[in-house]
């Protein structure tokens, strides 16, 4: 199985990164986490980029606040798909964040998640490896049904709570 590759541009971003390696593990997911700034360290981001196929990732996640041009920065040193989290920063609740991830120049793609969303970016890392992976498109149908059953446990006993 491919690995995920996880870049983030500070430690400060931990907590969201937390979020998507405990999805990670519970689906038997490799992966690497970084920290490589699109600002302070661009050379290691570019390198751990061009060579992340090479180095058996299937695909990357990368998140960061404020500017947050670390995933359109992944992204153009690579054709593998990268997922951008676009965090919480200290000023604008994270839009400006979100609007540094998610508008980039055409032929350099990045997925965007919500802000500070580590597990969703997890689970579309996860669904984009299970193109080639009948086990592991079996385990998310599984965590699926098993979300779904948790919210029907919750609607039966929501009048019990009340």
Same mark, same amino acid.
């Given at each position: 199985?491919?690995?995920?590759?996880? $870049?983030?541009?500070?430690?400060?971003?931990?907590? /969201?990164?937390?979020?998507?390696?405990?999805?990670?593990?519970?689906?038997?997911?490799?992966?690497?986490? =970084? /920290?490589?700034?699109? =600002?302070?360290?661009?050379?290691?981001?570019?390198?751990?980029?061009?060579?992340?196929?090479?180095?058996?990732? %299937?695909?990357?996640?990368?998140?960061? %606040?404020?500017?947050? =041009?670390?995933?359109? @920065?992944?992204?153009?040193?690579?054709? #593998?798909?990268?997922?951008?989290?676009?965090?919480?920063?200290?000023?604008?609740?994270? #839009?400006?964040? *979100? #609007?540094?991830? /998610?508008?980039?120049?055409? %032929? $350099?793609?990045?997925?965007?998640?919500? /802000?500070?969303?580590?597990?969703?970016?997890?689970? *579309?890392?996860?669904?984009? #490896?299970?193109?080639?992976?009948? &086990?592991? @498109? @079996?385990?998310?149908? @599984?965590?699926?049904?098993?979300?779904?059953?948790?919210?029907?446990?919750? &609607?039966?006993?929501?009048?019990?709570?009340?």
């Amino acid at each position: 199985m491919r690995k995920v590759g996880i $870049i983030m541009g500070s430690d400060s971003d931990l907590p /969201v990164i937390k979020k998507a390696t405990d999805q990670l593990k519970g689906l038997g997911i490799p992966f690497e986490v =970084h /920290v490589y700034s699109a =600002h302070r360290t661009p050379e290691e981001a570019r390198a751990f980029a061009i060579n992340a196929r090479k180095n058996g990732f %299937g695909a990357l996640i990368a998140a960061a %606040g404020m500017a947050a =041009h670390l995933a359109g @920065a992944i992204a153009a040193n690579t054709t #593998l798909p990268v997922i951008g989290i676009p965090c919480q920063g200290p000023c604008l609740e994270g #839009l400006d964040a *979100l #609007l540094s991830t /998610v508008q980039m120049p055409t %032929g $350099i793609p990045v997925a965007t998640v919500a /802000v500070n969303g580590g597990a969703n970016a997890a689970l *579309l890392a996860a669904q984009i #490896l299970a193109v080639e992976d009948a &086990d592991l @498109a @079996a385990k998310l149908d @599984a965590k699926r049904k098993a979300d779904a059953e948790a919210v029907l446990a919750k &609607d039966a006993g929501i009048m019990e709570r009340l």
